[in-house]
């Protein structure tokens, strides 16, 4: 469900009572829409016990009231161009110098999609820089952070699919997204590595890559194990919120421990020794 919050500061919301029931019925036809309860009393009704201020749709002021939508879908599947039919139907109310707001899904939809991705372009190009002076080799650097950022990609996929289930927040690709890289990025830094030693040890590049998977490759699965059981772990705190951001990181660390142990071994073993090259 969702809320669609109204206030205003010179009057009652009961003296506008005719322009609140139209905006619920208008809301109540809009699509997907399975109900739009009104916060004030129908008229003629038995009034209603004074208003609680902290759990009542209607302020004790009666200038603050909230309408309460339910849906018959995800809301968080709505699409943004949604809120044009709400703003028709809520007009009534602004026109009557009513302040409406939207809060719950409605308020995520309102809400502008971050554009500025300088703080990942600089953590990208800071690994990059770090990466290529520990291995002093191009493909060496690049390859942890190509692989990560696939296996993230494939985790907010994965995420995708979830939320047509479950409702996340919206900060919970961003957290997967970070845990997801920096886990990836980790993982295989511990097969690279372990590759490199097998070619300098003698091994040709296909079973340096197949005896890298098959030692170092238990490390990164031991270690994405015990990762996705703490983040599971946030269920226990019995916040719903909390406990979903969990689930959303624990799944792009399971994408990451699995293109660990199958994508970054299949790309060694095509580089071959070509992973030791400056550019």
Known sequence: SAQVVLHDADKPLTSVSDQVATAVADLQKLPDVLSAQSPLPSSGSTPPPPP?????????????????????????????????????????????GVEVEYGGPLGELARPEPSDRTSEAIGFGVAIVV????????????????????????????????????????VSPTLATMIGIGVGIDYALFLVTRHRQNLVDGQDPVTAAGNAAATSGHAVLLSGCTVIIALSGLWVSGIGFIGKLGLAAAVTVVTAVIGALTLVPAILGLIGRHIDRVH
């Open 52 to 96: 609680d201020p902290n759990t009542g749709p209607l302020s004790t002021d009666q200038k603050t009231a909230y309408i309460t939508v339910r849906f018959s879908v995800q809301p968080s599947t709505l699409d943004p161009s949604y809120l044009d039919g709400v703003d028709k139907a809520v007009q009534p109310l602004r026109s009557a």
């Open 131 to 170: 990466l290529l002076i520990g291995f002093g080799s191009l493909l060496a650097a690049v390859l942890p952070l190509v692989t990560a950022l696939v296996c993230a990609l494939c985790g907010l996929a994965l995420l995708g699919l979830l939320a047509a289930a479950a409702t996340f927040a919206t």
